[in-house]
């Protein structure tokens, strides 16, 4: 059975693990997502980021506050909806007010950067968006032609009346409400319109060369439609007019405990994810209250969730305009990442096979190459001495060079068995048809276990190999060997180029046992062997967590230094916030990089005074997840798949694995870890009370100071462009 009806507590990633503890302890998590996008916004502002990149930004946190209404004030609002004295006064409503009004002062805060600031700059590039007014006869002639060919046909708009309802508005769709004069054909004087955007139409549009005056000219598609929405309406006047944008409660879940066949309901649960309750509405500024009052009460939606913008409703869509932009200054100078030293490059015919029994290989993304990787992979699929391929699937992207060559070693008669996770989020319906595509080539593919994502990220080739010469009959003597990949981030070729992460190349004989003990419980769902090396969500990760903050406690207590550093995207599991806690209470030395949310307040006296927070913002996404405890001496060092957040230590399938490698250990740590520790470009430090202090660079006239990025950029990529 597929049920629309949310968890309210999933919101909150309650853990049965967590100890009851007075709430000022811990930050609002809600509170702490929308800082981060003000630290993304904060990016957009730098005058020294390139002109495109700053409108990126822009565009990604649009995206980023579409999930966050979607998922995270979903949840709030349905708790609000479900709970009695949900009133004004109650905690969960003056939440939901705090939430609102910072939500509303980064929107503005957006919109007018957009308008006063990159616009502008935009124009003195020779970028420009040209409106109706600011046209000429022969743009307007053009634009006129373009609507009547390409978008008029696509066109349905919906009168309202009894026969005519509110048509049902789908997620994140653009729309005009209209306010018509006038009577209809049939002489009654209906007033209102809804009219429907089709997302086929590009939301920017490029005009032609010869009419953008040596410019690069565009007009956004709500302006065409504006300037023509008499031609929908013929014989009624135009009294009103705004474009809005629903958004909608998306997270899905279905009941695996009652449904027999987990792809078959997502893709019905899918068909639904489009009209979940609304739970944000935008319009334009210049909508008129009465229109404003119809939507805020047709979706049943109180006044803090609207939203009145000062442009189009949709920035996300500006992306396109991003990616017309042909003027190299306005981006990012480019990089070659580089072919790791230890694996001979493929185009020398190179064996990773050889290469892995040489040591272990750290591949550190997007610095160095993904295609070590890919590499792998296709030596596998086409080595006839390898037997099988087990795979762990979360995103992979469209066209993903692995899923075909996960295919073409299926074809070749190898035993291929594909972990897909059909409930990532947003990628649901793209895993869906991947697990079918692989199906219909006879690979093995399994959902991972009831109730749990599949978050780890891992790869297991088992190759028969020779052991020794001939015995007496003159047979060969094989065995099977292990070859794996580990990795902190998605295999998803286009993400290694944006996103920090680690992978690591092994055939180290334990590590490798562990891996296939966990591939064993994902397709068998039998009981976990004994791990010798991996810590396993949701089993033993969070205790050997856990653990390894406690033993620095008991060596800081017995006056030996105790020393935590992590890196990870969110920290909010309250008993792992309240373990640190106690462990710099004892005065264990805590360095923390969360990039996103982070719920522990830092500096805290008599709570958390030896602990700092740092968040990096920069050209790439953060996205190590990388634990380091002293231990004594001994420098622990884990790589994972798994931040420390409940519903990766307790609802998914994560995995964190030690470097066992002293230089790589070492490499981990003057890489992943030291680098951050000492930026001053792009570091925001957490205080206290919730809020970040900023880079000290932004106080030098936003350019100088030491970041991270920038100089691995240097020390590692093969090559990097002149900015």
Not at 329 to 350: N, Q
């Amino acid at each position: 059975m597929v049920k629309r009806k949310r968890r309210a507590k999933s919101r909150k990633d309650q853990e049965i693990a967590a100890p009851a503890a007075p709430p000022e302890r811990f930050l609002n998590r809600e509170l702490s997502q929308l800082a981060f996008n003000e630290r993304v916004l904060a990016l957009a502002e730098r005058a020294s980021v390139p002109l495109a990149e700053r409108l990126r930004y822009v565009c990604i946190v649009s995206s980023n506050l579409d999930e966050f209404f979607e998922i995270r004030v979903a949840g709030l609002m349905e708790e609000l909806r479900e709970s009695r004295g949900g009133g004004p006064a109650s905690p969960l409503w003056q939440e939901f007010m705090r939430i609102s009004e910072r939500a509303h002062a980064l929107v503005d805060r957006q919109y007018a950067l957009f308008n006063q600031t990159l616009a502008p700059a935009l124009a003195r590039h020779g970028v420009v968006i040209v409106n109706h007014a600011e046209r000429t006869p022969a743009q307007r002639a053009w634009v006129r032609a373009y609507f009547e060919r390409e978008v008029r046909p696509l066109l349905s708009p919906i009168g309202l009346d009894p026969s005519h309802p509110f048509p049902q508005v789908m997620n994140k769709a653009l729309n005009f409400v209209v306010q018509l004069a006038g009577r209809d054909a049939f002489g009654r004087p209906s007033t209102i319109a809804i009219l429907k955007v089709p997302r086929v139409l590009p939301r920017v549009i490029p005009l032609p060369a010869k009419l953008s005056g040596g410019k690069q000219a565009f007009v956004m598609l709500t302006s065409v439609i504006r300037a023509h929405l008499e031609d929908v309406f013929p014989g009624r006047g135009i009294a009103g007019f705004s474009q809005f944008r629903v958004t909608r409660d998306s997270e899905l879940w279905v009941d695996e405990r009652e449904v027999h066949n987990l792809r078959q309901a997502l893709r019905m649960e899918l068909t639904q994810r489009h009209f979940g309750n609304a739970v944000r509405l935008e319009v334009a500024r210049s909508c008129p209250q009465p229109l404003e009052t119809l939507l805020r009460e047709q979706f049943q939606l109180p006044e803090a969730a609207v939203y009145r913008v000062d442009g189009p409703v949709n920035l996300v869509r500006l992306n396109q305009l991003v990616d017309h932009l042909t003027q190299p200054a306005l981006r990012w100078p480019p990089f070659a990442p580089a072919w790791p030293v230890k694996v001979p490059h493929s185009t020398e015919g190179a064996d990773m096979f050889e290469a892995m029994r040489a040591g272990d290989i750290l591949l550190h993304h997007p610095f160095e190459s993904f295609e070590p990787v890919i590499e792998f992979l296709r030596q596998a699929a086409l080595d006839s001495k390898v037997v099988a391929i087990r795979m762990t699937l979360y995103r992979t992207g469209t066209g993903s060079v692995l899923v075909d060559l996960l295919i073409e070693a299926a074809r070749r008669g190898k035993e291929v068995t594909v972990v897909v996770e059909l409930k990532a989020r947003f990628d649901e319906e793209a895993n869906i048809n991947l697990a079918e595509r692989l199906e219909a080539v006879g690979v093995q593919v399994v959902y991972g276990v009831v109730e749990l994502k599949t978050h780890a990220k891992l790869l297991l080739v088992v190759r028969r190999e020779e052991d020794g010469p001939p015995n007496k009959k003159g047979d060969a003597r094989t065995r099977l060997v292990h070859y794996a990949h580990l990795g902190t981030g998605n295999y998803h070729p286009t993400t290694t180029k944006l996103y920090t992460d680690f992978g690591m190349l092994t055939c180290e004989p334990q590590i490798c046992a562990d891996v296939e003990k966990v591939f064993m419980h994902l397709t068998s769902l039998t009981r976990v062997e004994k791990l010798k090396h991996l810590w396993l969500a949701p089993f033993t990760l969070h205790k050997r967590v856990l653990a390894a903050i406690a033993d620095e406690a008991k060596f800081a207590a017995a006056g030996k230094p105790g020393r935590i550093i992590a890196k990870m995207n969110a920290l909010v599991d309250e008993a792992t916030i309240t373990a640190l806690y106690a462990a710099s209470q004892a005065g264990v030395k805590i360095e923390l990089i969360v990039r996103g949310a982070c719920m522990l307040r830092p500096g805290v006296k008599g709570l958390s005074e030896n602990i700092r927070v740092r968040s990096i913002v920069g050209r790439f996404l953060e996205h190590h997840r990388i634990y380091y405890f002293r231990n004594g001496g001994a420098d622990d060092v884990y790589l994972a798949s798994a931040d420390w957040m409940g519903r990766n230590l307790f609802r998914r399938i994560e995995v964190a694995w030690p470097v066992l490698d002293r230089k790589l250990k070492q490499r981990v740590l003057d890489e992943g870890l030291r680098p951050y520790l000492d930026d001053t470009a792009d570091v925001w430090t957490l205080q206290g009370d919730g809020t970040y202090r900023p880079p000290k660079a932004l106080g030098r006239g936003d350019r100088g100071g030491f970041s991270a990025q920038r100089a691995l950029l240097i020390e590692l990529a093969a090559s990097v462009g002149e900015g």
